[in-house]
Antibody, heavy 117, light 107 residues
Framework: QVQLVQSGAEVRKPGASVTLSCKAS????????IHWVRQAPGQGLEWMGW????????HYAQKFQGWVTMTRDTSLSTVYMELRSLKSDDTALFFC??????????WGQGTLVTVSS | DIQMTQSPSSLSASLGDRVTITCRAS??????LAWFQQKPGKAPKLLVS???TLESGVPSRFSGTASGTDFTLTISSLQPDDFATYYC?????????FGQGTKLDIK
């Protein structure tokens, strides 16, 4: 069955960077874009961008440009998202999601990133 | 950017009740709208795509409708498992956007 398994919770100090991973299984990795969605504590869902695992091409929401970099390793069927220069209000749960035609039909379990001094 | 305005933000209802959640897009999205259910600490679950197509395995008490830029999600008879937060999302144009969410709890 389709599965997206995300890396475990992370704690970082302000100014640090973190890289999250999302490992896909149960389908052909290259055929579906992977999107990332942020959810701050007690808040709603916010779309961040996507990566095309086939080409490595990516597209980010304007507010995340310069802060986020999405990459992939096709040999591991894994997508990565690096977040830089973290601030305390970047504390959030980050989800990866598979999409075909923009529809998010399968999600990872989420990775909590806590930014605290 | 397309804004998705979802209402109500919270809703209290009883088992067996019929509830409706609405979502309005700030411009045409040609029915490229999805509904998700999310429980605390969990990933969202896709319920409805293309405004009215029920996903496989989703109970038939859920339904979605569309009229222009107005969309609704209806639960015909609330069951215990339905108490959660619901989000609409447009996937017509980048940046994709979600409604603010509707928290459905037990009256």
């Amino acid at each position: 069955q389709v599965q997206l398994v995300q890396s475990g919770a992370e704690v970082r100090k302000p100014g640090a960077s973190v890289t999250l991973s999302c490992k896909a299984s149960g389908y052909t990795f290259s055929r579906y874009h992977i999107h990332w969605v942020r959810q701050a504590p007690g808040q709603g869902l916010e779309w961040m961008g996507w990566i095309n695992p086939n080409t490595g091409g990516s597209h980010y929401a304007q507010k995340f440009q310069g802060w986020v970099t999405m990459t992939r390793d096709t040999s591991l069927s894994t997508v990565y998202m690096e977040l830089r220069s973290l601030k305390s209000d970047d504390t959030a749960l980050f989800f990866c999601a598979r999409s075909l035609g923009g529809l998010f039909d399968s999600w990872g379990q989420g990775t909590l990133v806590t930014v605290s001094s | 950017d397309i804004q998705m305005t979802q209402s109500p933000s919270s809703l209290s209802a009883s088992l067996g009740d019929r509830v409706t959640i609405t979502c309005r897009a700030s411009q045409s999205i040609a029915n490229w709208l999805a509904w998700f259910q999310q429980k605390p600490g969990k990933a969202p679950k896709l319920l409805v795509s293309k405004a009215s197509t029920l996903e496989s395995g989703v109970p038939s008490r859920f339904s979605g409708t569309a009229s222009g830029t107005d969309f609704t999600l209806t639960i015909s008879s609330l069951q215990p498992d339905d108490f959660a937060t619901y989000y609409c999302q447009q996937y017509s144009n980048y940046p994709y956007s979600f409604g603010q969410g509707t928290k459905l709890d037990i009256k």
